[in-house]
């Protein structure tokens, strides 16, 4: 189903439409972060409402192409490329772009005759010393992302929640407690075991976590190797930084360790609503994703002509844009996206 009026506004030349598949660029004849099956998918990242099954090609980062095999199944048809490195599909240039978000995410930037878009995919500005630093690009059009475009969604600096984890796990460690923090398996559970093993080597994962952190060493990302979750005993458990995936920290498998206490590390920490939807006992605000601020800031750095506002506060976002004498507008009504915690 095609929305015939949105070329009508914008003019002839957009080089996006946004329909019930997901963002489409007609003149190249494929979709990025396609949400229903297509022929061709370029992929922003490996997070699961990004990069689903079922698609008949994909193309994506030279880094993200090891996390959708062991996704989405090793025999899928993918092709990657570095970053920077130019890609024609049906006469459009297209290439990735660091986006910031974790190892391998990129901005899809698309030309044809001279007219450029980029579509951000999910981003942060913040380098966390492990995922590449995200770069602006100049376009006309820009699809930027909104997860967290709300005034009160402003992050303290990586550095400083490290330490505040790192604290709150050596009073465990003397209360010969284990520390849980739950994490989504890709991007936030490396960042945290890249900062944190500095501080100490007693860092331990559930398996699901391990198998990404593998496919990603394999690609050259610099993962530190830990012990094994199921080879440490309940009596030096206490020791341990332990990450789980969200869905399962109450699983079976803590009774490894007798005595624990459960963090989540997480942008909607942010929030008193955020905490009280938490079951944990500590609340860490740590985000894979753009704040407040650095929305504004990649916007204006994009120098878009036009933005389009998805994935999360897109009214709210757009209205702001607006009130900036940015032309923009949001597209989340063209097509609905489950939210994965994974922020």
């Known amino acids: ?20 598949k997901g963002i489409y660029v007609p003149k190249g004849d494929f979709y990025i972060d396609p949400i229903k099956k297509v022929k061709q998918a370029v992929i922003t990242h490996g997070h699961s409402d990004h990069a689903r099954s079922g698609n008949i090609k994909y193309l994506c980062t ?8 062991l996704r989405l ?19 459009v240039k297209l290439s990735f772009h660091p986006a910031g978000h974790l190892p391998g995410s990129a901005q899809v930037r698309v030309e044809y005759k001279g007219h450029i878009a980029v579509i951000s995919g999910d981003y942060k500005l913040e380098k966390d010393g492990l995922a590449e630093a995200f770069e602006p690009v100049f376009c006309h059009e820009f699809v930027t992302e909104s997860t967290f475009a709300l005034p009160i969604y402003q992050w303290q600096a990586q550095e400083k929640i490290i330490a505040d984890i790192f604290t709150w796990w050596q009073q465990n460690q003397s209360e010969k407690k284990a520390s849980i923090i739950s994490a989504y398996p890709l991007g936030k559970s490396q960042r945290l075991i890249s900062a944190l093993y500095k501080y100490s080597p007693y860092i331990t994962c559930h398996p699901s976590i391990e198998n990404t952190n593998i496919a990603l060493r394999n690609a050259g990302v610099d993962i ?3 012990d094994d979750l199921f080879s440490i005993t309940k009596n030096e458990s206490h020791r341990y930084l332990v990450l789980t995936p969200t869905i399962i920290s109450q699983g079976l498998w803590l009774q490894n360790f007798p005595h624990y206490e459960l963090a989540d590390a997480s942008g909607w920490m942010a929030t008193k609503q955020g905490r009280k939807r938490s079951t944990a006992h500590r609340h860490f605000t740590l985000s894979d994703h753009a704040d407040w601020p650095s929305l504004n800031q990649a916007v204006l750095a994009s120098q878009a002509e036009t933005v389009f506002v998805t994935h999360g506060f897109s009214d709210d976002f757009a209205r702001h844009l607006k009130e900036q004498k940015i032309n923009a507008q949001s597209i989340d009504h063209f097509f609905t996206r489950e939210r994965i915690e994974q922020e």
């Open 73 to 91: 199944g090793s025999k899928i048809n993918v092709q990657s490329l570095a970053f920077g490195e130019s890609f024609f599909i049906n006469g």
């Open 1 to 20: 189903m095609w929305f015939g009026w949105y070329s009508a506004i914008m003019g002839l030349s957009s080089l996006l439409e946004f329909t019930e």
């Open 62 to 69: 030279d880094l993200t192409k090891p996390v959708l095999k």
């Open 224 to 226: 530190p190797i830990l």
